[in-house]
């Protein structure tokens, strides 16, 4: 059995999703796109993919220190490459994080909502 087989399931085992269970929800949500540290770039490139295609809406959910890294992607979307985008809706709150030493904290977020 492959470790990939075996980590699966551990994991249903232990009540939590499996990665094709993951994989499946995320394509369900294919307009969303997950902010993070990657270049600015690759999430332009993703919304361009999004907008082009068959999504006429795409979210940008961030948080923490990824929130300026959204907002520069629309910014940059809006003055570069799509000059008609609307944003539709900008939705700010908190999120409970579990940290690594088992502690509960805090973190900002942000979703943005975008349309042709």
């Known amino acids: 059995m492959s470790k990939a087989k075996k980590a699966e399931k551990e994991a249903e085992a232990a009540g939590e999703p499996a990665k094709k269970e993951e994989t499946q929800r ?3 949500q294919s307009n969303v796109i997950l902010v993070g540290k990657k270049p600015i770039m690759n999430y332009v490139l993703a ?10 809406e795409v979210e940008l959910k961030a948080r ?12 940059i979307l809006r003055n570069r490459f799509i000059t008609d985008l609307k944003v539709k809706n900008i939705e700010i709150g908190t999120e409970t994080v579990t940290a690594q030493d088992g502690s509960q904290v805090n973190v ?3 979703t943005i909502k975008i349309s042709r």
């Open 26 to 28: 995320r394509s369900m």
């Open 64 to 75: 923490g220190r990824a929130i300026s890294r959204a907002v520069d992607v629309v910014e």
């Open 47 to 56: 919304c361009i993919t999004q907008l082009s295609g068959t999504g006429k």
């Open 108 to 110: 900002s977020a942000i």
